[in-house]
């Protein structure tokens, strides 16, 4: 075994020469984050097949609905404080995580206002399902999002299996209860109640759990926590541009018309999402050392478009078969999808070049960044799917994602190291 474990190391050596990264430290982290992308694509996926059978269109519809109206709802909850937490745990400052999860709860008071108000507009409309849904988001979602900085600390500590072992566990338990759910209740407000019942209790579940196991130490950085604050407002204006799409159609369309656009994007959503682990693996990384990124960055942007355009053709090659097969009642979504999935060529360049400006702490480039790309998302999305509907979101996710990596690679480019 452990000639076998020596040879596996040479060859990951050797393969440094032409990957030009860390091949252990990928192979280690890597391999655990791709495990748990893995588990959270395939159980997404018989979530999917569960909701296409199992539910009416409209009933989804509506579902997606509450579910992107929550997600703004939760930007009032720092969502960048565990950005703030991966790079104070990676730097040794525990700490910090505590203090986010306080921070994170102050603000969160915004979040139940709102959902308060939404709860009334509803209820005096007469919309019981829309007005009960919105309280319970309202109160849970401040909860789900401060408790689960835990994940943040994990990724710091780089106890990269740890993390994707509970977030593998997550998953699994949240699919279970809402392909339960769907197969006995087809209605949405069941479905909010059992999804975010369930995240609340394993969300403050396994922080206890993290505390208990690594206790962490009490130094702190007050200026990450301020930090996190910043990168918080900027998520808060990308979250906006990322929802109004599905918010639009819901208002000028109707429910079952999202239901067939968020069939579209559904699977181009999750594999978008599998580069997540390319932040993941990166930022505690590169916070932790000094020396040039650029050259780094620029090397691993090249391969993984490259490899992203293959990707991007085999999806749309297949993509008629797979929606044929597992999602017969949404036929209409195939060619939308394939449409749709164009925007992730540029995906890695917008990830790895804000990798960039967060581990810089460049502050005012991000919201340079990310101002002038999600203010142009949200005026496509509302002209675009106002005038074309659904083959205009489709065009303003393609657009917008090319003009964020257009702006992003500006800035980078002309950006002078320290």
Not at 212 to 221: A, F, L, M
Not at 362 to 384: A, D, F, H, P, R
């Amino acid at each position: 075994m452990t000639k076998l474990q020596g040879g596996a190391l040479k060859l990951l050596r050797w393969s440094e020469r032409f990957f030009k990264t860390d091949m252990v430290y990928l192979s280690q982290g890597g391999f655990w984050l791709s495990v748990g992308q893995a588990v959270s694509i395939g159980s997404s996926f018989l979530l999917s097949i569960a909701f296409a059978n199992f539910l009416p269109k409209e009933v989804y519809g509506n579902y997606k609905f509450i579910l992107s109206a929550t997600s703004i709802l939760g930007g009032f909850s720092l969502s960048g404080m565990g950005q703030a937490v991966i790079q104070g745990v990676a730097q040794k400052k525990d700490g910090v995580l505590k203090d986010a999860i306080n921070e994170s709860l102050r603000w969160s008071i915004i979040t139940v206002a709102i959902a308060g108000v939404i709860f009334i507009y509803y209820w005096l409309n007469d919309n019981r399902v829309l007005s009960w849904a919105f309280l319970i988001t309202g109160l849970t979602t401040p909860i789900i999002n401060s408790y689960g900085l835990d994940g943040g600390f994990l990724n710091g500590r780089r106890e990269f299996k740890v993390g994707s072992s509970l977030a593998m566990i997550s998953q699994v338990l949240g699919v279970i209860v809402l392909i339960i759910t769907a197969m006995f209740f087809h209605n949405a407000l069941y479905l909010v109640l059992a999804n975010f019942a369930i995240n609340t209790l394993v969300a403050i579940g396994f922080y206890f759990y993290v505390l208990r196991t690594y206790k962490p130490n009490p130094i702190t950085d007050h200026s990450l926590v301020a930090y996190g604050k910043h990168v918080s407002l900027i998520n808060f204006l990308g979250t906006i541009a990322s929802q109004l799409d599905k918010i639009l159609i819901f208002h000028y369309l109707g429910a079952i018309q999202l239901a067939i656009y968020a069939f579209a994007t559904a699977i181009p959503e999750q594999i978008r999402g599998s580069y997540k682990n390319l932040f993941n693996l990166a930022l505690p990384k590169y916070s932790a050392k000094e020396g040039e990124l650029k050259s780094s960055i620029i090397d691993k942007t090249l391969r993984l478009t490259v490899m992203t355009v293959g990707v991007v053709l085999t999806y749309m090659v297949f993509a008629p078969f797979i929606y044929k097969f597992f999602f017969p009642k949404y036929l209409e979504s195939i060619s939308y999808s394939q449409w749709y999935i164009l925007g992730l060529i540029t995906i890695p360049g917008l990830t790895l070049f804000n990798t960039y400006f967060q581990v810089k702490k460049e502050t005012k480039i991000l919201y340079q960044i990310n101002i002038v790309g999600n203010v142009s998302m949200i005026i496509l999305s509302y002209w675009l799917v106002k005038n074309y509907g659904l083959w205009g979101a489709v065009i303003e996710n393609g657009s917008a994602w090319l003009i964020m990596l257009l702006i992003s690679a500006w800035f980078f480019f002309r950006h002078r190291e320290n």
